[in-house]
């Protein structure tokens, strides 16, 4: 029985200690930060994972689904909780906050997946270099629409999310954030993982290896990309609202290629259709963005540079397609789905 829960209670452990040390200013704002921008790079990195690793398409404007995903949670928020100049008085009180907040994140990943239906119905016909143009076509049309709707501010960005973590800690006096944080990013791992072992997810593997032959073997590949695509997109809307939510300040220039560039290459640093890769890609790097930090503006020929010395020498990844129970099957005991 304790082997069976062991996974739930190393993750309940960790959380508890890094939510307690947060609560006791053990660990600074700058640490904390860090961590929860790591939460947010994993569900990036698993996300695209899924389209990129599992299902063999190639998508790069994965960005374009976390601005929708982030505007949408934002806007939501603080109309309904925020007294702002743009919507005026709450219309409702914000000490519901704490028991909406979940929902409006998860709104934005509803509203990210259905921006991911309007890519998956182009994907039936197009692979490879045509459907990576369409998803970095969908990135730019995502943010040049929102530039220019002056009424949410535009170029200039959307504030007002403060006002909602401040709600909920003055309901209960926790550090709100790195818990939502913590709590969405291993919901988002268990949902991937029990999306690729399902007997559905065994459809995305086959596409993968074939298409043609998998729809000579009956596998509806039309409603498995759709779904897919849908999946990882309304992934990435989540941890765009969560990355909203921790600035407190939105703007449409945070979504561009350059953080396409970011998800691709912790895909591909991690390991095509590896979970485990993906999310010691995003720990590594998210520590090597904070290395990077004082080469300021030099870092973003840094990131691109890195993503080509991983194609020509290490294409496979650190974990190329294992997980860890691959490397170390000893572990598989504690985690195998029964």
Not at 106 to 129: E, H, N, Q, W
Not at 142 to 149: H, R
Not at 180 to 203: A, D
Not at 306 to 327: T, Y
């Amino acid at each position: 029985m304790l082997r069976r829960y062991s996974v739930h209670l190393s993750l309940a452990t960790v959380g508890g200690l890094i939510i307690y040390l947060a609560h006791q200013e053990y660990l600074s704002l700058y640490i904390m930060s860090v961590l929860m921008f790591m939460g947010v790079n994993i569900i990036l990195s698993t996300s695209l994972n899924l389209v990129n690793g599992y299902m063999g398409e190639f998508s790069c404007g994965h960005a374009g689904f976390m601005c929708v995903g982030a505007y949408v949670s934002s806007l939501l928020g603080v109309w309904l909780f925020a007294n702002d100049k743009v919507f005026g008085a709450p219309l409702l009180n914000p000490k519901y906050t704490l028991y909406a907040f979940p929902l409006l994140i998860l709104v934005g990943g509803i509203a990210a997946a259905f921006a991911g239906l309007l890519v998956a119905i182009p994907s039936y016909k197009t692979r490879g270099d045509y459907l990576a143009i369409i998803t970095l076509a969908s990135n730019y049309i995502i943010i040049s629409v929102i530039e220019n709707i002056g009424a949410i501010g535009g170029s200039r960005g959307f504030m007002g999310m403060k006002q909602l973590i401040s709600a909920m800690e003055k309901r209960v006096d926790l550090p709100w954030m790195p818990i939502w944080v913590f709590l969405f990013t291993v919901f988002c791992i268990w949902l991937m993982r029990r999306y690729i072992s399902s007997t559905f997810g065994k459809g995305v593997t086959a596409i993968c290896q074939d298409e043609v032959a998998a729809e000579i073997m009956s596998v509806n590949t039309n409603k498995i990309k759709t779904i897919t695509f849908m999946v990882s997109s309304g992934m990435a809307g989540i941890a765009g609202g969560l990355f909203a939510y921790i600035l407190g300040y939105v703007n449409p220039g945070s979504f561009n290629i350059l953080k396409s560039t970011e998800v691709l290459v912790m895909v591909y640093l991690g390991g095509m259709a590896s979970l485990s890769g993906s999310v010691l890609s995003a720990i590594l790097f998210t520590i090597l963005l904070e290395l990077l930090r004082p080469l300021q503006i030099i870092k973003w020929i840094v990131i691109p540079l890195l993503l080509i010395i991983l194609m020509q020498f290490r294409p496979e990844g650190i974990m190329g397609n294992r997980e860890l129970g691959d490397i170390f099957p000893k572990l598989k005991k504690f985690y195998r789905f029964k």
